[in-house]
């Protein structure tokens, strides 16, 4: 199976959190907006205005093989939720 790997990377900070692996970017921009918009005091949530999310390439869990295609999703202000909407 080839699973997609995904970063948030912190704007101000210049870097990328760790990877995480989902199926697709649809997948991976529900996760996105599910932990900006969760509410909980973290930076992410805090600071969503400077997090954007990247796909940073794809991983096959047979061979063990990663190859590289950095591709930039959204940012946490395409999927911040006003609360007053909610």
Partial sequence: MTLKMY???????????????LRNAEEARRNFAQAINSGRDNNICIYYKDMQLYELGEYNTTTGEITSNVEYICSGLDVKVDNKEA
């Fill in 7 to 21: 970063a948030v990377k912190d704007t101000v900070q210049g870097e990328m959190m760790n990877p995480f692996l």
